[in-house]
């Protein structure tokens, strides 16, 4: 069975700042995706980014890149020069190869943005 | 307009009632998929379609049934609502020809269905 720990409830950061949002995975299978999703108070999900698990460069889009360590099965977000629209839920999922199609989402950390 | 569409967007209802949540898409995707969010945790899912001849049971299937009328719509059903049904739903679509393996999953903006 695949499971995604992001063991950040919530967190703090300053305008301007960088700011990472932990995320752990643990699968047995060799082929994998990561994803990470966002969803601020309106409630709707937005995809940000992804990375293979053979993908040899970390993933970058824009403001976003992920910080993957296969080896200690993390798969970091970093969100650089924050803005205020970043305050959101944010949620790590991995889809594994031999589990069809499904996504499986972490519980969520909650990012707080400061004026 | 918003390539994947959930209607109705917020609905409150009683115990025991037949409830219908749709979802359509101008994205052309063959995949579609339904979770649910409760409070303060990740979206699990409920049911998935590869193509129209095809639903498969996710990960909380139990009182919820679907139907893919076609490659653009995909509707979940709770036959008997009941309250710990209470939760954000939300309806998301992929093609595999976007990434291949690691196509993202795009998502409707969520029903919000309270049951009483």
């Known amino acids: 069975a695949q499971k995604i720990t992001q063991t950040q409830p919530g967190m703090f950061v300053q305008e301007k700042e960088a700011v990472t949002l932990d995320c752990t995975y643990d699968?047995?299978?060799?082929?994998?995706?990561l994803f990470w999703y966002k969803q601020p108070s309106s409630g709707e999900m937005i995809f940000l980014i992804y990375q293979g698990s053979y993908d040899e460069q970390n993933a970058t889009e824009g403001r976003y890149s992920l910080n993957f360590q296969k080896a200690r099965k993390s798969a970091n977000l970093v969100i650089s020069a924050s803005q205020l629209g970043d305050s959101a839920m944010y949620f790590c999922?991995?889809?594994?190869?031999?589990?069809?199609?499904?996504?499986?989402f972490g519980g969520g950390t909650r990012l707080m943005v400061k004026p | 307009d918003a390539d994947v569409t959930q209607t109705p967007r917020n609905r409150i209802t009683k115990t025991g009632k037949r409830i219908m949540l749709e979802c359509s898409q101008t994205?052309?995707?063959?995949?579609m998929y339904w979770y649910r969010q409760d409070p303060g945790l990740g979206l699990r899912l409920i049911y998935y379609s590869f193509d129209v001849k095809d639903i498969n049971k996710g990960e909380i299937s139990d009182g919820y049934s679907v139907s893919r009328q076609a490659q653009a719509k995909f509707s979940l059903s709770l036959e008997s609502a009941i309250p710990n049904q209470t939760a954000l739903y939300f309806c998301a679509t992929s093609d595999p020809r976007d990434g291949g393996f690691n196509q993202p999953q795009h998502f409707g903006d969520g029903t919000r269905l309270s049951i009483l």
């Open positions: 699968t047995s299978d060799q082929s994998y995706g």
């Open positions: 999922a991995m889809r594994v190869q031999n589990a069809g199609n499904m996504l499986t």
């Open positions: 994205k052309g995707h063959d995949r």
